[in-house]
């Protein structure tokens, strides 16, 4: 990836590659390679050698994909850890991966000493992190082929051109981010105006004052604007939705508020970009578009089988402990069926909530809150009861009026018994990530 973004270098070096959204200060293409040789020196000065882990935590920045770049020259592994993970998390990963190095905040490098060094492909390049089921961290082996093949994936299917302008608010750390934005800008060329900036009115603003064509964004800020900002995006061709479900009400209320509709984009870290909404506003039809250019699904089991290049190489489960995915092969953990051509998201196994021995998919039960009048979110979850195994619990975001009574009784008339929430809490606002996905935790302890 380093000698593709050096091409582009040396072809168009005064074009621009990153443009701060705050302050409109401008990186050229040439600048971005220059930090990134300096970076990479000052790696290799500190001992880092080709193979080694080398974890990033930043905001979105320069140094951010300097420090990529870096990596990829002097052929590190990148590890990218969430810019506000505290200090206690980042000791647990450095130490259950076997990472050598840090570069923090402020310009920081740590590097420490190992006795052991991690079992990983001699191609490996990224590892994205995820939790495993026990709350134990895993990391997904990223190859240099995997995520070229992502990105091309990704830039043919929603029309993402060397000559748009990427909005950068989402984290460059994240998977959605890395995929829609950094690698965008080191294949192809494509510009990013970054921000660190989540506040509604600053992203319409960012994204007029600098001409921004495409904006990748999470289902949380589309509410936002909805409700919170003042006046129209101006330049803005395409809205991308991901990182956790769209609410079709945000679909809709968006079209009506922007005159525009949001691509709903689903994938996972495993695997990359999945499916894509070409036409906008699929959540309102209950799906989440077609599978990507060069992304095969084979969804005959429910649980869907992704077959491309971007799949991941594998887990690495610790820092000696390394699980390799079939080649080109990944079952997510998602149940899914085909409505008019389109993919459908009806579930996760893992969210299947087991009472008294019967599954209930929390997907049904929220689709039916929903409907009620008055009800603008509502996730279910099951709870811990004992000899039950879990009871069905609602959280519910709706106007004053509605009550817990209804809400139950709503459900006992269109859903079987088992299925009726026991527990139903309401909630003035979802407890929500800066992905914007709900805090399961979080819902429990309301």
Same mark, same amino acid.
Not at 50 to 64: E, G, H, T
Not at 199 to 221: D, F, K, Y
């Given at each position: 990836m380093f000698e593709r973004f050096q091409s582009l270098a040396d072809d168009q070096p005064a074009a621009s590659a990153l443009v701060d959204g705050a302050s409109g200060a401008i990186t050229t293409r040439l600048d971005l390679l220059r930090r990134s040789e300096e970076l990479a020196a000052r790696f290799r000065a500190a001992g880092l050698r080709k193979r080694d882990l080398l974890a990033i935590q930043l905001p979105n920045s320069v140094d951010f994909v300097a420090a990529f770049l870096a990596a990829a020259s002097v052929g590190l592994v990148v590890v990218p850890i969430d810019r506000d993970a505290?200090?206690?998390?980042?000791?647990?990963?450095?130490?259950?991966?076997?990472?050598?190095?840090?570069?923090?905040?402020?310009?920081?490098?740590?590097?420490?000493?190992?006795?052991a060094y991690p079992a990983l492909p001699d191609d490996a390049c990224l590892l994205k992190l995820t939790s495993g089921s026990t709350g134990t961290p895993k990391g997904i082996v990223t190859?240099?082929?995997?995520?070229?093949?992502?990105?091309?994936s990704i830039c043919t299917t929603?029309?993402?051109?060397?000559?748009?302008?990427?909005?950068?608010?989402?984290?460059?750390?994240?998977?959605?981010?890395?995929?829609?934005?950094?690698?965008?800008?080191?294949?192809?060329?494509?510009?990013?105006v970054f921000s660190n900036d989540y506040l509604p009115q600053s992203i319409i603003e960012i994204a007029n004052r600098h001409r921004c064509s495409v904006a990748p964004l999470i289902p949380m800020v589309f509410a936002h604007l909805i409700?919170?900002?003042?006046?129209?995006?101006?330049?803005v061709r395409t809205f991308i939705s991901a990182g956790a479900?769209?609410?079709?009400?945000?679909? =809709?209320?968006?079209?009506?508020?922007? !005159? +525009?509709?949001?691509?709903?984009?689903? *994938?996972?870290?495993?695997?990359? %970009?999945? /499916?894509?909404?070409? =036409?906008?506003?699929?959540v309102e039809r !209950? +799906?989440?578009?077609?599978?990507?250019? *060069?992304?095969?699904?084979?969804? %005959?089991? /429910?649980?869907?089988?992704?077959?491309?290049?971007s799949v991941a190489a594998g887990y690495l489960l610790d820092a000696t402990t390394f699980h390799p995915f079939t080649e080109g092969a990944f079952m997510t953990d998602d149940l899914v069926e085909i409505r008019d051509g389109e993919l459908a998201l009806v579930g996760r196994v893992s969210d299947l909530i087991n009472t008294a021995g019967k599954k209930v998919n929390p997907r049904e039960v929220e689709a039916v809150i929903l409907q009620m009048e008055g009800v603008r979110e509502a996730k279910v979850y099951g709870e811990a009861a004992g000899a039950r195994g879990e009871v069905v619990a609602a959280a519910v975001v709706a106007l004053p009026d509605v009550t817990r009574d209804q809400v139950r009784a709503f459900c006992r008339s269109r859903l079987s018994l088992h299925k009726v929430p026991r527990i139903v809490k309401l909630i003035e606002e979802m407890p929500v990530d800066e992905r914007g996905k709900v805090k399961r935790a979080a819902l429990a302890m309301l």
């Amino acid at each position: 990836m380093f000698e593709r973004f050096q091409s582009l270098a040396d072809d168009q070096p005064a074009a621009s590659a990153l443009v701060d959204g705050a302050s409109g200060a401008i990186t050229t293409r040439l600048d971005l390679l220059r930090r990134s040789e300096e970076l990479a020196a000052r790696f290799r000065a500190a001992g880092l050698r080709k193979r080694d882990l080398l974890a990033i935590q930043l905001p979105n920045s320069v140094d951010f994909v300097a420090a990529f770049l870096a990596a990829a020259s002097v052929g590190l592994v990148v590890v990218p850890i969430d810019r506000d993970a505290p200090e206690r998390e980042v000791a647990t990963i450095l130490h259950h991966f076997a990472i050598r190095g840090l570069f923090y905040r402020g310009s920081g490098l740590t590097v420490r000493d190992l006795d052991a060094y991690p079992a990983l492909p001699d191609d490996a390049c990224l590892l994205k992190l995820t939790s495993g089921s026990t709350g134990t961290p895993k990391g997904i082996v990223t190859t240099s082929a995997n995520l070229v093949a992502d990105c091309q994936s990704i830039c043919t299917t929603m029309d993402i051109r060397p000559d748009d302008l990427n909005l950068g608010a989402i984290p460059f750390s994240h998977s959605y981010g890395f995929s829609n934005l950094v690698t965008p800008l080191l294949l192809q060329g494509t510009p990013v105006v970054f921000s660190n900036d989540y506040l509604p009115q600053s992203i319409i603003e960012i994204a007029n004052r600098h001409r921004c064509s495409v904006a990748p964004l999470i289902p949380m800020v589309f509410a936002h604007l909805i409700t919170a900002a003042h006046g129209t995006f101006d330049t803005v061709r395409t809205f991308i939705s991901a990182g956790a479900p769209l609410p079709a009400s945000t679909s =809709r209320k968006f079209r009506e508020r922007f !005159g +525009t509709d949001i691509h709903s984009f689903y *994938g996972c870290s495993e695997c990359g %970009g999945i /499916a894509y909404d070409q =036409r906008g506003g699929a959540v309102e039809r !209950g +799906t989440i578009g077609t599978p990507l250019w *060069g992304v095969d699904v084979e969804h %005959g089991e /429910a649980r869907p089988v992704v077959r491309s290049g971007s799949v991941a190489a594998g887990y690495l489960l610790d820092a000696t402990t390394f699980h390799p995915f079939t080649e080109g092969a990944f079952m997510t953990d998602d149940l899914v069926e085909i409505r008019d051509g389109e993919l459908a998201l009806v579930g996760r196994v893992s969210d299947l909530i087991n009472t008294a021995g019967k599954k209930v998919n929390p997907r049904e039960v929220e689709a039916v809150i929903l409907q009620m009048e008055g009800v603008r979110e509502a996730k279910v979850y099951g709870e811990a009861a004992g000899a039950r195994g879990e009871v069905v619990a609602a959280a519910v975001v709706a106007l004053p009026d509605v009550t817990r009574d209804q809400v139950r009784a709503f459900c006992r008339s269109r859903l079987s018994l088992h299925k009726v929430p026991r527990i139903v809490k309401l909630i003035e606002e979802m407890p929500v990530d800066e992905r914007g996905k709900v805090k399961r935790a979080a819902l429990a302890m309301l």
